[in-house]
C-alpha cells in the first residue's frame, strides 16, 4: 500500500512539474487570406466574380443572406499573444465587382 501511495505521489510530481516547464516554444498563428492595400487597388469595375477569386483567392466566407458580398478574413497571432484580425467586404453587382470596405491591419506580420 505504501508502495502504490509512493508511487503514485511521484507520478503527480512529475505530471505537475512537466506543466511548469519552462521555455514552451509558442509558434506565430496565420489564418486566411492575405490581402493588401496594392492587391486592393488593382480592383475595378470591369471585373467579374472570377477574376477578384484570381487576384485575392477563394473568399474565406459568403453571406448567405446576401449572395453579392464576400468576405476576406485574415487573422495573426505572434507566439501566443494578442489575435490581429483583417477584414475585407467585398460587393458585386450582377456577378461584377461594385466596391469593397477594409479594415487592414497596418501591416502584413507574414510578409
Given at each position: 500500500m505504501q508502495k ?102 497596418p501591416e502584413t506580420?507574414?510578409?
Open positions: 502504490l501511495s509512493r508511487q503514485l505521489c511521484l507520478i503527480l510530481l512529475s505530471l505537475t512539474l512537466a506543466g511548469c516547464f519552462p521555455g514552451v516554444f509558442k509558434i506565430n498563428v496565420q489564418q486566411g487570406n492575405i490581402v493588401d492595400t496594392e492587391d486592393l487597388e488593382l480592383l475595378n469595375p470591369t471585373m467579374t466574380r472570377n477574376d477578384v477569386h484570381e487576384l485575392l483567392g477563394t473568399p474565406l466566407t459568403r453571406s448567405t443572406i446576401n449572395p453579392n458580398r464576400e468576405h476576406y478574413l485574415y487573422t495573426f497571432q505572434r507566439a501566443g499573444g494578442d489575435i490581429e484580425r483583417q477584414r475585407i467586404t467585398i460587393y458585386y453587382e450582377d456577378d461584377r465587382y461594385l466596391r469593397h470596405s477594409a479594415n487592414l491591419l506580420p507574414a510578409n
